[in-house]
């Protein structure tokens, strides 16, 4: 499976912290928009960013609507937060 960073050309990338943090979440926000639902682990395979990263980005989008929160799909253990691109955010 391609990643995002592949399908955008980016092998790497230096510069500023807050560079590379719109980056990241330019990747996580590309990414969720080709996803039906992804959780931070998910995020972070496809991205090639930390499982770290990734949750705490996916949570600033859903701060600021533009990510929402998937109900849980598990009965069995803690379930995994999973989150969908929120396509009305720019309406």
């Known amino acids: 499976m391609e990643t995002v960073m592949e399908r955008v050309g980016m092998k ?14 330019d990747l996580i926000r590309e990414a969720l928009k ?8 998910d995020l972070a395979l496809t991205t090639d960013l930390s499982v770290a990263t990734c949750s705490r ?13 998937l109900e849980p799909e598990s009965q069995g253990s803690r379930p995994a937060r999973r989150y969908a691109y929120n396509i009305n955010h720019a309406l």
């Open 12 to 25: 790497f990338l230096s510069g500023t912290s807050s560079m590379v943090r719109r980056v990241n979440r």
């Open 34 to 41: 080709y996803m039906d639902g992804a959780s931070a682990a």
């Open 57 to 69: 980005l996916i949570q600033e989008l859903a701060e600021t609507g533009e990510a929402v929160e």
